[in-house]
């Protein structure tokens, strides 16, 4: 089976090569036979990925076969291992990973190459980016971090197993939906630098770029949020962002993916930006590459990394190329990129935009800041320091408590211009509603001139309350007019809204998700914990809960063995649910993992980890946490993509009707 | 009513309400130990704050705790209970950079950035507001057939897309 797998990887890099080479060829000496070498170097690629495909068959069937020849399926899998794990066995370590890589990529290259007739020469010339890009990532595979790699010596009888943090279900799409996000911006790169080789005119590249990245873009997001709850839900400390590197790595492309999103309608509807879009489509790519070089390269060290390996001189010089390359191209070829408008008022989406770039790219760098400075520390003092939660809740929150009123007030604007008094008309009652949450959680208890952190929290719901009302308040004005000239309900007018403009709309209702998020978040300051060693009948007391050890118990498997308790929760005189914090004992890793119990409500998550045996009194020692409005956080997420998603849906038709011979007034804010 | 004096009362109400909560606030005897125990490390490897390392078998953090409890009770300030620590375990047991010697640029730089960010847009957004308009000589011009039609397509985009 190795030999296949082997065999499939050479070839895929033999004819990627191909596919580079003459697809550049192919472009770069337009002529007779140029078109055929072109279509062949096309049907390369898609035979690439055919190949890298049969390799990640191969490596996923050795694991179902436990075929411990090899030395991946070896260090990262077992025979007592489930079947879901033993799929995932493809992403957990270095190797399969690089090749889940490559395969995701040949994936999008196959899906960007069949459909190459939407503008068959900037598709051409993406198709040779990705050839490239896929090329290194081959490279890797084949010489540097080979998954069909043979063990030597006597076959151990059983895998190494699969690293207990990793053996949870979420685990089985984590990695994918990341890795779709990480890999996904290597389409926008290609259509970007494509487009800056051909010199391309007009922005119909820049609307075929921006649905892919919104695509990415979603799966990025999914990604990361689905490490935060996994990160929640197995890691037991009860919080679920840690501003670890890795963590960091996979936030930095989301910021300045995000970035790009909003300045796109910039280059889109005004030819503002186009330099600069180019440069954000790049930094996206490039610092998805960059935090996998962080990852994998041991250069830094984090919970979630690879171990230490000699790749990271690969992705060093892969960085160096791509830099150089696009700075090449960018400053060759950008005449055609100059901003054709200019700004007419202060007040108004474009200067809004603007800020909201300047902020998104600020965080970005705040977070490769923090990430960077122990190697600088190092490198200058001679000594390492942490950069950790402290330094982040300091610096980034201010940074996106101003991102929120962005967020709130630029839908607000129109294009162009926007008056004061249209801005004051549309932003009061919002305005008293975010000030009534204010009060409100005031009155509650929150003081804010005790901890910053409570200032932090009263700002951000303040602020979140504002941009949901700002959202819900354009959905009813808009809805409200039309709902006029249809005689529709206003529910079903706001539907006829969204689907006039789904992007807008869609967008909109990703920033009421971000609201709803940052609800969830800002209950952080307000988690209690509790630790107690619970007897039979023991009783601790967190919040409005009174939890009762009813008993503690152990069983064994193949896989692991483990030991939980049984806790009932009461709310008053009421026992509401029971509860089993357990903890494991994989036998074929030889490690311990806790796994927490939850039990989420819209007002609070209550939280069990059992962490351990008394070895004195054998009685088991239970930490109970309740961390206020974390559902919201997930909520919130979800949202975030079903509005990506509605916005990714195609307008209607628009329909045309002879003009009223009185002009009603437009909706206010009216623009994108 | 005007909107514009239900914006001012509401904004009378919000102070009134924040002067009356303000006197409302009291200490928390707890939140040292919290506070402090949020600004250090877990030494063990596992890169978590002391008071969240939940890390099974982990040989560091409840000793941890206890001598930021003994450094409490000594009634040592919190700049001196963080000196222990840094004395006994390193540099890196401090969660965030001091505000000291070179390591003041990792607090500095975000800030520099903002600033230098924030003037370099106010700049942007000045320079292009500056910009001469493209206006027709002698005033608005009738338009008519495919100028009229394009620019309804743009105005379109201005307003839908």
């Known amino acids: 089976m190795s030999q296949i797998g082997s065999f499939a990887l050479l070839l895929a890099l033999a004819l990627s090569a191909y596919s580079f080479l003459a697809g550049a060829l192919a472009l770069a000496r337009p002529g007779p036979g140029s078109e055929r070498l072109g279509e062949t170097a096309r049907r390369a690629g898609i035979a690439t990925f055919a190949l890298v495909f049969l390799a990640a068959v191969v490596l996923v069937t050795s694991a179902f076969q436990d075929d411990f020849s090899i030395a991946y399926i070896y260090h990262h899998s077992n025979r007592d291992l489930p079947a879901p794990y033993k799929f995932a066995t493809l992403w957990s370590g270095q190797e399969g990973s690089l090749l889940f890589w490559s395969l995701l990529l040949g994936a999008y290259g196959l899906v960007l190459r069949l459909r190459h007739r939407t503008d068959t020469r900037l598709f051409a010339h993406s198709s040779v980016i990705i050839a490239g890009v896929q090329i290194f990532f081959l490279l890797l595979l084949n010489f540097a971090a080979h998954p069909f790699a043979l063990m030597t010596g006597t076959l151990p009888a059983d895998g190494a197993g699969l690293n207990p943090l990793l053996q949870y279900p979420e685990m089985v799409i984590h990695p994918p939906m990341l890795y779709l996000g990480y890999v996904g911006f290597t389409i926008p790169f290609a259509f970007a630098l494509g487009a800056l080789i051909m010199r391309y005119p007009g922005e119909k590249w820049i609307r075929i770029t921006r649905r892919w990245t919104m695509v990415t873009w979603a799966f990025l997001t999914c990604g990361v949020f689905l490490g935060a709850h996994w990160a929640y839900s197995v890691l037991g400390w009860g919080g679920y962002w840690g501003w670890d590197p890795v963590e960091n790595a996979s936030l930095m492309p989301w910021l300045t993916g995000t970035a790009f999103l909003h300045s796109v309608m910039m280059q889109e509807k005004r030819g503002m930006l186009k330099m600069w879009n180019m440069w954000l489509i790049f930094a996206t790519f490039w610092l998805a590459i960059l935090g996998t070089f962080l990852t994998r390269s041991g250069i830094i060290s984090s919970v979630h990394a690879f171990a230490q390996s000699s790749i990271g001189g690969w992705f060093k010089w892969f960085l160096l190329i791509t830099l150089a390359t696009f700075t090449f191209f960018f400053f060759k070829n950008n005449s055609h990129l100059r901003s054709e408008h200019k700004l007419e008022s202060l007040i108004s989406r474009e200067s809004s935009f603007l800020f909201n770039n300047l902020l998104l790219l600020l965080a970005c760098f705040t977070v490769l800041w923090g990430t960077w400075f122990p190697l600088i520390s190092e490198y200058v003092q001679g000594n390492k320091v942490t950069v950790g939660p402290p330094f982040y809740n300091k610096v980034a929150i201010p940074v996106a408590l101003l991102l929120l009123l962005l967020t709130a007030v630029g839908p607000l604007l129109a294009w162009r211009k926007t008056s004061l008094e249209s801005l004051k008309r549309n932003f009061m009652w919002p305005a008293l509603g975010a000030l009534a949450v204010g009060v409100l959680m005031i009155a509650l208890g929150v003081r804010p001139w005790n901890d910053i952190a409570y200032f932090y929290a009263l700002m951000a719901a303040m602020l979140a309350a504002l941009v949901g009302l700002t959202v819900l308040s354009e959905f009813i004005r808009g809805g409200r007019v039309i709902s006029r000239h249809t005689g529709q309900n206003l529910l079903a007018s706001m539907v006829h809204l969204w689907h006039r403009n789904t992007r807008r709309y869609g967008g909109y209702i990703v920033h009421f998700g971000v609201a709803v998020v940052i609800i969830g978040i800002l209950g952080t300051p307000f988690n209690q914990d509790k630790e107690k060693e619970m007897g039979y009948g023991d009783k601790m007391t967190i919040g409005p809960y009174t939890l009762v050890c009813e008993s503690y118990t152990q069983d064994d498997n193949a896989n692991y063995s483990n030991e939980w308790a049984i806790i009932n929760v009461f709310k008053g005189d009421k026992q509401i649910t029971t509860m089993y914090p357990e903890r494991r004992f994989y036998k074929a890793s030889q490690q311990p993992q806790t796994l927490p119990r939850i039990r989420s409500t819209v007002k609070e998550d209550l939280y069990l980890t059992y962490e351990g045996l008394n070895e004195t009194t054998g009685r088991p020692i239970i930490k109970a946490h309740l961390n206020p409005l974390v559902m919201w956080i997930w909520v919130g997420v979800l949202i975030m993509i079903g509005g990506t998603v509605l916005g990714l849906i195609p307008n209607a038709a628009p329909v045309r009707v002879a003009a009223p011979a009185r002009i009603e007034p437009a909706p206010a804010g009216a623009g994108d | ?161």
């Open chain 2, 1 to 161: 009513m005007k909107p514009t004096f239900i914006l001012r009362r509401g904004l009378h109400v919000g102070l009134l309400c924040l002067a009356v909560f303000a006197l409302l606030g009291a200490g928390d005897e707890s939140a040292r130990f919290n506070s402090l125990g949020h600004k250090l490390m877990c030494v063990c490897g596992c890169n978590q704050i002391l008071l969240e390392c939940n890390h099974v078998g982990c040989t560091y953090s409840d000793r941890m705790r206890g001598e930021l409890i003994a450094g409490l009770d000594r009634g040592e300030n919190d700049d001196l209970t963080l000196q222990d620590f840094v004395q006994k375990y390193g540099p890196t047991v401090l969660a965030a950079p001091t505000a000291t010697g070179f390591n003041r640029v990792a607090w500095v730089m975000p800030f520099l950035a903002l600033v230098l960010g924030l003037t370099t847009t106010i700049f942007i957004v000045l320079a292009w507001r500056k910009r001469p308009a493209l206006a027709a000589p002698g005033g608005v011009l009738p338009v008519s057939g495919m100028d009229l039609e394009r620019f309804r397509t743009q105005a379109r985009k201005d307003t839908e897309g």
